[in-house]
């Protein structure tokens, strides 16, 4: 399975940016998929997961009712909608995957697929 993000850039506090995670390599509708993000510095971190149908998602407490994580079967791709942002939401973003899980994963070490990772840079 190959992950490749996309989106991020340098935006001031208060803005707005949309991450999208292309996937290739499997069926998509089969993997559970999720996005970390790492400071520098600091270890990689939980910011949201989605279910395989996308009915059912989940959220770091640091980001709930700022970030929107969805999903598109058909296109093949995981969004994360991000709003509100602080400097705080620094970070490189990476999105995740693994195959064929039902349960809700966020620790890092539960996923077997990473993208690259894409900057996020919040200026204040």
């Known amino acids: 399975v190959q992950l490749v993000e996309s989106g991020g850039g340098l935006v001031q506090a208060g803005g707005s940016l949309r991450l999208s995670c292309a996937a290739s390599g499997a069926t998509f509708s089969t993997i559970r998929m999720a996005w970390f993000r790492q400071a520098p510095g600091k270890e990689r971190e939980f910011v949201a997961t989605i279910s395989r149908s996308g009915a059912l998602t989940n959220y770091a407490d640091s980001v709930k009712g700022r970030f929107t994580i969805s999903r598109d079967n058909v296109k093949n791709t995981v969004y994360l909608q991000m709003t509100s942002l602080k400097p705080e939401d620094t970070a490189v973003y990476y999105c995740?995957?693994?195959?064929?899980?039902?349960?809700?994963?966020?620790?890092?070490?539960?996923?077997?697929?990473w993208g690259q990772g894409t900057q996020v840079t919040v200026s204040s």
């Open positions: 995740a995957g693994r195959i064929r899980s039902s349960r809700v994963l966020t620790t890092a070490t539960a996923y077997d697929y």
